[in-house]
């Protein structure tokens, strides 16, 4: 996709992972086509994660994405690689070298050039580092996000919605059935907007996420108030610029990830956690031409 905001150099470079472990159903990047390909690496100052801190010192990230024709992939791997700390959620130390979350994601990207961007998709989640958290170990998620190009240059408005029809919570196993009561759902809605000065290039993005039950007791367990609502609001911006090497890009994020509900805020703090969180971090990418 390109708009006028965009020059060929924006969509060449454009925006890989924007939200650490991807906060919501929405994805904050840009989509591109007919054929894409990049390979990153980031070390982020803590491993966040749908409102929960997943590790508390330097992960290391590593994505791959590819987009043939409208077809896409992406998998993400999150590795510790500070010093031995412990899980918030379910007190066990995270060693060098854990992997706190795996994901893959399959779309299928239907643009109208210069107006609309739907992507409807498939994506699968497991955190082997949580352990007794509630159906923490596999999520399967059917999904759709969609962003609109406004009239004003660079500016994006979207949401995204995602429901995973396979695992029942209540019943603790895993089998397609009907009723969303007992199915995780979740969705987004926001802003992003993009600004290219060469050699800068900065996106940056408001979101606000919500759930129904089922998910808010799996990003916040220590709620026993439950409810429907309102998670998180994500803020952030990422700077990419060239690197000296063919190729090669470098990026610095920061995001601000904040609980919005009291009783999720309470919850949090009567467990020794921050509603509010700082994410920092750098990598590089590698996009051939």
Known sequence: ?????????????????????????????????????????????????????????????????????????????YMVLGEELVNPYTGQRNTFGTTTQFDAKLDYLIEVENLLQVIPYYQWVTYPNLGSVPHSDQQHYLGVDAWWLTPLQGVELGGGVAYNPFYNADENKYGSSGGASNHDFKGGIGAREFYQHAPVDLVFWQLFNFGNEQYKR????????????????????????PFFMKDLWTTLSLEGHFWLEKADRTAMRANNLDPNEIILSVGIEYRPE
Do not use: W
């Open 1 to 77: 996709m390109k708009t006028k905001a965009l020059s060929t150099s924006l969509a060449t470079v454009a925006l890989a992972t924007f939200t650490i472990g991807g906060a919501c159903a929405v994805e904050t990047e840009l989509a591109k086509g007919p054929d894409d390909f990049m390979l990153s690496t980031e070390m982020v100052s803590k491993h966040y994660d749908q409102g929960r801190v997943l590790n508390d010192g330097v992960t290391g990230k590593g994505t791959l994405q590819a987009r043939y024709f409208d077809i896409g992939l992406k998998l993400d791997h």
């Open 218 to 241: 799996f990003t916040d367990p220590f709620n026993t108030t439950g409810g429907r609502g309102f998670t998180t609001m994500d803020l952030g911006v990422k700077l990419t610029q």
